[in-house]
């Protein structure tokens, strides 16, 4: 802000008349005149000093954005600026497909089920022809795998179906894999992403009852999408499954489903005969 300052100017004061000196007495009588006295001087007005005026405060304009300034060494740091990193570019993820088995291989140990009740022998046929390279489908063997699997159920049926616990029985004793068990899960994406770790781990197909536990499918891989550097971080896109009943009612020879489809068709278990220790959970046959 500008000062104002005012200056007072001084004026002239007027200087007094010089006395009259006493006339010195002279001879002669003549008078001497009486000098004019010297007129004094008007004092002159000392100036008011005048306020220079004040403009009016106007709005300061609005500044312009802009954007922050590069980092800049401290004078006397020594340092050098540096620029900055630019931000870390997004994981790429990449789509891994795990499916083993050619399509003439499937032909060859796929089976079909032989009765409207066969459905766990038959795909118990076509685990172990994946499992030891063999092509058996023949009617023999699979009536030789209904009567080992319906004398190894945890329960008894009056209905000719089987259960999960006679079915990997079945893969266990046929195909010599002991690890072959029934689990069963409360949680559906547990039990999912447990289908994966086990083909993942030991290169096998799956057992999984489908359709509330009124049906037979065997998973043969699947295919994910995953992060390199990490990768516990996927996301499972879909799986290659078949079932025993063949197309169109079954994927047939193999199939791919997505995620959202198979988990239509893979739910909870239900026996509506009485009550079995899966109800309401989803199970699968693996090692």
Known sequence: MASVAAFAMI???PWPAAAAEEPTPT?????TPTPTPTPTAAPTATPTATATPTAAPTAAPLATPRLPAAPTATAGSGSTPRPLAPPAPAPTMITT???R???TRLSAAMVKQYTNYYCVPATTQSMVNL????SNRTRATQDAYYKGTRAHNK???ETKGNDPVGWAWAVRNYSGRTGYQARSFTNKTLALNAIVD???RTGNP???PVRGGTHAWVVLGYRISSDPTEPSKRTILGYYVSGPLGSPTDPWVSKYMTQADFRNVFTQYHEWQFTVVWEGRWVIISE
């Open 11 to 13: 004026a002239a004061l």
């Open 198 to 200: 086990a083909i993942a």
């Open 27 to 31: 001879p002669a009588a003549t008078a």
């Open 131 to 134: 499992i030891k390279g063999t």
């Open 206 to 208: 799956v057992g999984v």
């Open 97 to 99: 497909t795990n499916l």
């Open 155 to 157: 329960y008894r049926y």
């Open 101 to 103: 088995y050619s399509s």
